[in-house]
């Protein structure tokens, strides 16, 4: 069974502080997600990566950063936090021989609180 | 003006009920239709996926895809508790390489 592990289920942050949100998949997929989920929202893709130290932007990607130095693992940066962006962070993997319809596997999220 | 739409919901239904999900979509670059069910303290899990118009059936469940009318459905049947989660419809552009998602809609089934 294909994994992805996120760092935190919960966390609690104050404005202003630097925060990183881990993400691994153990399933060698080369391309990873990152996406926040907010009622009446939905989900939003904040950054993706097709390769290790590639990034590309998504819809939402101001006031974040990505960094993905390994394979595996794909981290989402809060360079300083702020109250709205108190959300549920989702991380997701794709193999690329399913890219042509990416299928995603997702992580069980982060809920993070920014106070 | 989002480019999908899903009824919002949320929906409670007795078990044993029809259930039918529901999203619209504007862009007719989406190639990939799919859906993913999501549990309360999870994240989504892939589904169904469709590629053409028509229906596309998996034991109790079956998506239909409507691209002249850019309409995807998802139907329940015989639903049982264990179908309480929220449903994502999500649609695949292959030229623009990423997913855009509906908001989800929560459904809970009643014994």
Known sequence: DVKVTQSSRYLVK??????FLECVQDMDHENMFWYRQDPGLG????????????KEKGDIPEGYSVSREKKERFSLI?????TNQTSMYLCASSPILLAVRNEQFFGPGTRLTVL | QKEVEQDPGPLSVPEGAIVSLNC???NSAFQYFMWYRQYSRKGPELLMYTYSSGNKEDGRFTAQVDKSSKYISLFIRDSQPSDSATYLCALYNTNAGKSTFGDGTTLTVKP
Do not use: C, H, P, Q
């Open chain 2, 24 to 26: 619209t979509y504007s």
């Open chain 1, 43 to 54: 989900l939003r893709l904040i950054y993706f990566s097709y390769d290790v130290k590639m």
């Open chain 1, 78 to 82: 809060l360079e300083s936090a702020s």
């Open chain 1, 14 to 19: 104050r404005t202003g502080e630097k925060v």
